[in-house]
């Protein structure tokens, strides 16, 4: 099987997290600040929690350059990611060390916990299944962004993170991980019980990735906004 495989099973799924209200929202520019802040806040910490995720990769890995393929992601993700995100948190006003003092949601443990609940539980291949929404996802957000003429790019507050999911570094990043996901999925049957157990891994991810983008729109309930 390849990644393919993994989204065809739950396009629907699929199709919630990428195409859901709060990237819209984002897209034209009319997001609710706080939700965008909430949002922020706690894409810091789930972002802290993939990285502790990618370490799990490497001490799960059986070769030297699976080893070496998830240290890179740590790599990017503590050194590029997260520090854009620092960076751009900063005009918005927040400052790492108030992010690092922020709680974490429920739907921020939830979906990270699981990630490395899965990992812990099963083999590298389970690890990446529940890693791959992540950075396939916002990949895939970023093209459609980035290609669609009714984006506003002039004026829109949030072009910092439009730019940084569709830029050419995320997108080599997230092609070189997808690649790696193919070459692990390779020998396994889509339609065996262990290729129906990805795709419920899979699947499990991209829910919660909806939910991650509905905790965001949620802020604004909260707030009465
Ligand atoms: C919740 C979430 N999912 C994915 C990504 C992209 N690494 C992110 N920053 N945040």
């Excluded at 910092?160 to 830029?167: C, E, F, H, P, V």
Aim: net charge negative; charged share 20%; glycine share 6%.
């Amino acid at each position: 099987m390849k990644h393919q495989d993994l989204i065809n099973a739950c396009q629907q799924d699929w199709d919630a997290y990428i195409q859901h209200s709060f990237v819209q929202q984002l897209a034209k520019g009319t997001l609710a600040h706080t939700c965008y802040l909430h949002y922020l806040k706690q894409d810091f910490l789930f972002l802290k929690q993939y990285a502790r995720a990618y370490a799990l990769a490497i001490y799960k890995a059986n070769t030297l350059a699976d080893m070496r393929g998830a240290l890179l992601s740590v790599n990017t993700l503590l050194n590029s990611e997260i520090s854009h995100h620092v960076s751009y948190c900063a005009n918005w006003g927040l400052t790492e060390s108030d992010m690092e003092a922020e709680d974490e949601d429920a739907g921020t443990v939830a979906y990270t916990r699981y990630v490395l609940d899965t990992g812990i539980k099963g083999d590298i291949v389970d690890l990446y299944a529940a890693l791959a929404p992540c950075s396939m996802g916002y990949a895939e957000i970023g093209r459609n962004l980035s290609a669609d003429e009714n984006t506003k790019l002039q004026g829109n507050p949030f072009i910092d993170w439009i730019t940084l999911y569709a830029g050419e570094k995320f997108q080599q990043s997230a092609a070189q991980g997808t690649a790696h996901i193919d070459t692990l999925l390779a020998e396994i049957d889509l339609e065996s019980q262990r290729g129906q157990n990805l795709i419920k891994i899979f699947r499990t991810a991209t829910r919660m990735e909806t939910a991650f983008w509905q905790q965001g729109l949620n802020a604004a309930l909260e707030n009465n906004v």
